[in-house]
């Protein structure tokens, strides 16, 4: 994800819109979105998070 994100925001390469289709259509980003939530929350429980 943070790469993509550096080819987006930065320029940084060409964005290859048939892997960026296949992950939407894979919803591949929600795997993503649930080890994050799930380090926010053990961060937040630690009180590590920032908030």
């Given at each position: 994800?943070?790469?993509?994100?550096?080819?987006?925001?930065?320029?940084?390469?060409?964005?290859?819109?048939?892997?960026?289709e296949k992950i939407l259509a894979s919803r591949?980003?929600?795997d993503v979105l649930r080890?994050?939530?799930t380090l926010h929350t053990k961060l937040r429980e630690r009180g590590a998070a920032d908030p």
């Open positions: 994800m943070i790469r993509f994100r550096n080819i987006v925001v930065h320029q940084y390469g060409a964005i290859d819109v048939e892997k960026v591949g980003y929600r080890i994050l939530t």
